[in-house]
């Protein structure tokens, strides 16, 4: 099943780790990952710092995958959810770690979350 980024000179340049479109020809498989934050296994820890909290998100997110015989480079379209802006620079390092040079469709909303611990709070879409 071929991924093609779609990522044309018309448009304004992509951002790092990131395309602007993402399409899936064929026959597929789609896994979409609802909205993950930063507690750990035992549903009630989560720790106080942005860093901390993005790097149990990505261990959720790899092992979603996983659980469905995907990988990161399954990964077709995230969106990420900030506590605040400030958290911007932060995040887009977290993305270059555990993607690489790897760029999905991505979307990033700043925005009030449900619970004033959290950071960040990322959605995501595989496909093979």
Known sequence: MPIIKHNPAALFPQYRCYSHATEIRGDSRLLII????GYMADGVTMPESFEEQAEIIWGHIRTLL???????????????????????????????????????????????????????????????
Do not use: F
């Open 34 to 37: 609802s909205g993950l934050n």
């Open 66 to 128: 996983h659980s469905a015989g995907m990988d990161m480079s399954h990964l077709v379209s995230l969106r990420t959810y900030l506590a605040d802006p400030k958290y911007d620079e932060a995040n887009v390092r977290m993305r270059i770690k555990h993607l690489g040079a790897y760029e999905p469709s991505s979307t990033v909303v700043c925005c009030q979350l449900l619970d004033p611990k959290w950071k960040l709070e990322v959605e995501a879409m595989a496909a093979m």
